[in-house]
């Protein structure tokens, strides 16, 4: 089985404008983005619409691939990169969704979902953490995900699911395991193009969440429960602090 991962990369993000060139320890985010991918994945491309995001990439050797600017999702740019490989006769079976602002992404991540696709009725997977903290419970901007015996997504949320009813809202952490999704997905190729030819549904627009439209037209979505965290930076603060990670490992 083939593995393609794809690193989407906007420039435009509303939070952070132009943070995959923002420098880390003197290097561009993207930059380690890429490194550390291709330490588990043999192929890997950047998918960007921004010609200095390109440059950046071409300047320190990785792949990289122009997109069209209306893509509203990073899920629609990988299907493009698909598209424009298979038309040249690149194939891949399962394509990975590699974030673009995780500059020290964990490569245990990235291996859980290529172990996750020895399954051959996985069409998607994607990862969660357990939630040890009651501000993330409650928090909007944390996307909660509830599965069933066999793994697989039943839904995912902004607010807290389930609701316990049995136990007051400050204990809910220790009277349930609470997950929380990190946006990492792979897609078997086929998969990948069905999903994108949808349209946004109900519930998607009701959260603001594109994988209910994958559930919610039938397409299975295996979730692989991790203890190792995701370090994502949207905002200002986390790319000053990723920095003086980085410091402070350095020194």
Same mark, same amino acid.
């Given at each position: ?38 330490? $588990? #994945?043999? +192929?890997?491309? @950047?998918?960007?619409?921004?010609? /200095?995001?390109?440059?950046?990439? =071409?300047? %320190? ?27 040249s ?46 501000? $993330? #419970?409650? +928090?909007?901007? @944390?996307?909660?995900?509830?599965? /069933?015996?066999?793994?697989?997504? =039943?839904? %995912? ?24 999704h ?15 030819m ?26 692989l429960?991790?203890?190792?965290p ?22």
């Open positions: 089985m083939n593995f393609l991962g794809i690193i989407p990369a906007r420039f435009a993000s509303s939070r952070l404008p132009g943070k995959p060139l923002a420098d880390i320890g003197g290097k561009p985010m993207i930059r380690w983005v890429y490194e550390n991918t291709v330490k $588990e #994945l043999n +192929d890997v491309i @950047v998918a960007t619409d921004h010609s /200095g995001i390109e440059q950046a990439v =071409l300047d %320190f050797g990785g792949r990289v691939m122009m997109t069209s600017p209306d893509h509203p999702s990073g899920t629609d740019r990988c299907a493009e990169v698909t598209q424009i490989l298979a038309g006769g690149q194939e891949y079976d399962v394509i990975i969704n590699i974030q673009g602002d995780e500059p020290f992404i964990n490569v245990s991540h990235i291996r859980l979902l290529k172990n996750a696709f020895s399954d051959p009725d996985t069409q998607i997977a994607t990862l969660a953490n357990p939630i040890v903290e009651g501000s $993330e #419970l409650l +928090d909007p901007n @944390v996307v909660k995900v509830v599965t /069933g015996p066999l793994g697989n997504a =039943l839904y %995912f949320s902004r607010s807290p699911i389930p609701y316990n009813r049995h136990v007051a809202d400050d204990n809910w952490v220790t009277g349930h395991t609470y997950l929380k990190l946006g990492m997905y792979a897609y078997r190729s086929e998969v990948l193009q069905q999903i994108t949808l349209g946004p549904s109900p519930l998607e627009k009701t959260e603001s969440l594109e994988q209910l439209r994958w559930l919610e037209n039938g397409f299975g979505i295996r979730v429960v991790t203890n190792d995701s370090q994502g930076i949207d905002t200002a603060g986390d790319l000053e602090a990723a920095r003086k990670n980085l410091k402070k490992q350095q020194d």
